[in-house]
């Protein structure tokens, strides 16, 4: 999916946005079919997970680099261009970061000696009477979080890659994507670890 977004102009992320609405369908398709058939295994799950932490790492890293060969291709100094692509860099780190961190509670329960949690809301709730919990919940109304997967971004890639069209000026709406994400998921990421400190889950 992300080599896609290396192919110029409109059409690279159309092919991104298709490619993404397929991955969603056979990844919510293959967890099913495991279970229906009682053929779930340890190495299927670790395949799912290295290939949900890959294809959104490499996302911002294939925008960074369209978003850097456009702009040097229109004017843009390789000096000026090179910090986008080293900002979709930190980018695609953060985003591995965030999906981690839910694993790594999983793991640090596992080695504390902990069962296993139940995948349901209560398990992951915040006590709503501690301030974390009443962020958390006011975070609701505007779950920007959900916007760092796959599907979420490659709409708004195809967004900013429009934008660029329309005015005329190639990798523009793709480098303020980039520069826009990057302060936003660090701050998702400070979130998610203060509210899995907060919660029961840890305890």
Same mark, same amino acid.
């Given at each position: ?28 398709? #293959?967890?099913?079919? !495991? $279970?229906?058939?009682?053929?779930? &295994?340890?190495? +299927?799950?670790?395949?799912? @997970? ?68 139940? #995948?349901?809301?209560? !398990? $992951?709730?915040?006590?709503?009477? &501690?301030?974390? +919990?009443?962020?958390?919940? @006011? ?65």
């Amino acid at each position: 999916m992300s080599l896609a977004l290396l192919i110029p102009g409109i059409w690279g992320p159309v092919l991104a946005l298709l490619l993404s609405q397929f991955q969603l369908y056979f990844d919510c398709s #293959d967890g099913e079919v !495991a $279970r229906w058939r009682s053929s779930q &295994s340890p190495k +299927g799950i670790f395949i799912d @997970m290295v290939g949900h932490h890959t294809t959104e790492a490499f996302i911002p890293l294939a925008l960074g680099y369209r978003a850097f060969r456009e702009l040097s291709a229109n004017g843009t100094t390789i000096s000026q261009a090179w910090p986008t692509l080293f900002m979709a860099a930190c980018l695609a780190v953060l985003l591995v970061l965030n999906r981690s961190q839910s694993l790594m509670v999983h793991a640090a329960r596992g080695m504390a000696g902990l069962g296993k949690l139940p #995948d349901t809301a209560e !398990a $992951r709730a915040v006590p709503t009477t &501690s301030l974390i +919990g009443r962020l958390r919940a @006011m975070a609701r109304f505007l779950p920007f979080h959900k916007l760092l997967h796959a599907v979420e971004l490659s709409l708004i890639i195809l967004f900013s890659a429009g934008v660029s069209a329309f005015l005329g000026q190639p990798g523009l709406g793709e480098k303020w994507v980039i520069w826009i994400l990057l302060p936003a998921t660090f701050l998702v990421n400070i979130g998610h670890f203060i509210s899995s400190m907060a919660s029961s889950r840890l305890k």
